[in-house]
């Protein structure tokens, strides 16, 4: 369910990426310091985006020089952590540590080996992520028990499910103090997570109806076959299309800062993007293709 | 008050055409048509407000003044409106988006504008495919409404029409494109 939310590298300008680099890094510096080495595998691009919203009130971005265990030798430069900067490190953890959790009840046994270890390591960064992150981790807890129960009862309602998962992502705005700027970041990561939430869907619906998955869309659409028709693509086009554009007129509410043209390029040209490869199935090829290339590798 | 030359987003030396191209970008950008029922609409207003304030007080020089300037806010609710449904676009307008779906609840005439304002509501919470579901259903009842077919048509056409630019170009746009859009915009999305 992660890596949809990026940016489209071809248009951003050549300080906005060293800045989306810094960002990542920075995260991935909070990850280490607050919940220990391991954490930092729970590094992925939708955190960093939400990451990057979050410092979206920064009129200057500050930076410092850092190494770390990928770049021992050179120094790099990271966004500036600390402080508020931080709290995206322990959702990071959790909504990972929940991601693991959920894809242990599809899997069988062994093929649920790797999740299984990776969620008893992390046990210890999640249990500190939660005490860090207020109410956070309870608000994520009942949305996804919520979001069993409707996939448990085969729900054949999309904006029922993905208002589960949407919600999770909107309440990590709850730490913004101004009430407009809260507003407006809610409603962004509220159309953000209901987009990954449909556009995950997309991605597996194919594979899903083969294995006799649950999935929101062949529910909706009341599809079989293996194939999603054209007839469906073009509603989930047109619900999705609404999405951007709920969470691009909130975008064009917020305030200027070091971080809108990142933000603006990632909403308004990668998830564009992303949206088109889903649909055509690039995306999907490219993934597994990245699979494969690691099995060889190893 | 803010810089009225940073609101429009130009130097203090601008020439007036550049001025008015800013101007207007930022009008596209904040139009109403862009956050009809859009839940941030009045964050929108704000913003609207404050650059013809910023307009007027750079072109109060040149021009006479009082310029009411383009997108005022005024809600265009629909003739047909009946008694009945009031409250519950009153309870929708004022965001109270659980007390308006009680109230439609309650209500036993079910035809195309109980359908249209079941709609709104799902629309206002981002719950965009059942939002469409009703509109469908409140232009398959009533064919005739302009009201219910705008909703309709402002979802097929993918929300908001600022946001259907191509990313990185909003330069290459010049007056004749600029009105033309946005004669099409209020055909499109108003009575």
Same mark, same amino acid.
Request: proline content about 3%.
């Given at each position: ?12 300008? $050549? ?5 989306? =680099? ?46 770390? !265990? ?27 540590? #929940?991601?693991?959790? %959920? ?20 046990? /210890? ?8 992150? /207020? ?9 996804? *028990? ?20 949407? @919600? ?10 101004? =009430? ?11 159309? $953000?997570?209901?987009? +990954? ?38 509603? #989930? ?16 509410? #917020? ?22 490869? +889903? ?17 060889? %590798?190893? | ?11 203090? /030396? ?27 609409? %009045? #964050? ?5 407000? =404050? ?20 997108? !005022?806010?005024? *809600? ?9 449904? @009031?409250?519950? @676009? ?62 309709? !048509?402002?979802? %097929? ?5 600022? +946001? ?15 009105? !033309? ?8 999305? *108003?009575?």
């Amino acid at each position: 369910m992660f890596g949809y939310v990026r940016p489209l590298k071809s248009e951003l300008k $050549v300080r906005e990426l060293a800045q989306f =680099e810094a960002a990542y890094c920075g995260l991935c510096h909070s990850l280490g310091k607050g919940f220990g080495p391991l954490s930092r595998f729970t590094l992925n691009y939708d955190l960093t985006f939400l990451s990057i919203l979050l410092r979206s009130g920064e009129k200057t971005a500050r930076f410092e020089r850092r190494r770390c !265990a990928v770049s021992p030798f050179r120094k790099k430069c990271v966004a500036c952590t600390g402080g508020d900067a931080d709290i995206c490190a322990a959702y990071s953890v959790i909504l990972v540590y #929940l991601k693991l959790e %959920d894809s242990l009840i599809d899997e069988g046994f062994f093929r649920s080996l790797p999740a299984r270890l990776m969620r008893a390591l992390l046990r /210890g960064a999640y249990d500190k992520a939660v005490k860090r992150s /207020g109410n956070f981790a309870a608000l994520a807890l009942d949305a996804l *028990r919520e979001l069993h129960e409707l996939e448990a009862a085969r729900s054949s309602s999309i904006d029922r499910t993905a208002d589960s998962f949407a @919600r999770i992502l909107a309440a990590a705005a709850e730490t913004e103090k101004d =009430e407009n700027v809260r507003r407006v970041l809610s409603q962004i990561l509220y159309h $953000v997570g209901r987009w +990954v939430y449909i556009v995950d869907a997309r991605c597996d619906a194919a594979e899903d109806m083969r294995a006799g998955r649950y999935n929101p869309l062949v529910s909706r659409f009341g599809i079989s076959g293996g194939e999603v028709p054209e007839v469906c693509d073009r509603e #989930l086009r047109i619900t999705l299309a609404n999405s951007r554009a709920m969470m691009i007129s909130a975008f064009e509410l #917020l305030p200027e800062g070091a971080w809108t043209g990142i933000i603006g390029n990632i909403l308004y040209a990668g998830m564009e993007q992303v949206t088109e490869d +889903v649909f055509s199935g690039a995306y999907r090829h490219r993934q597994k293709r990245k699979r494969t290339k690691w099995r060889v %590798d190893e | 008050m803010s810089d009225p030359y940073q609101v429009l987003g130009v130097s203090r /030396g601008a020439s007036d055409e550049e001025i008015k191209k800013a101007y207007r970008e930022l009008v596209r950008k904040y139009h109403p048509d862009n956050y009809h029922d859009n839940p941030l609409a %009045d #964050l929108a207003q704000e913003k609207m407000k =404050e650059i013809n304030e910023a307009y007027d007080a750079v072109t109060k020089g040149a021009s006479s003044g009082g310029n009411t300037g383009y997108g !005022a806010y005024e *809600r265009n609710t629909s003739q047909q409106e009946t008694q009945e449904f @009031r409250g519950v @676009r009153a309870a929708i307008n004022a965001g109270s988006l659980d007390y308006a779906e009680q109230l439609l609840s309650q209500i036993r005439n079910r035809g195309a504008e109980w359908n249209y304002l079941m709609g709104c509501v799902y629309y206002r919470r981002g719950w965009m495919d059942e939002a469409r579901s009703y509109y469908q259903k409140a232009v398959g009842m009533d064919p005739s409404n302009a009201e219910f077919r705008q909703a309709l !048509a402002f979802m %097929d056409s993918g929300g908001a029409p600022y +946001v259907n630019r191509s990313y990185g170009s909003p330069a290459g746009v010049d007056m004749c494109d600029l009105c !033309a859009g946005l004669m099409c915009m209020n055909m499109c999305c *108003r009575c």
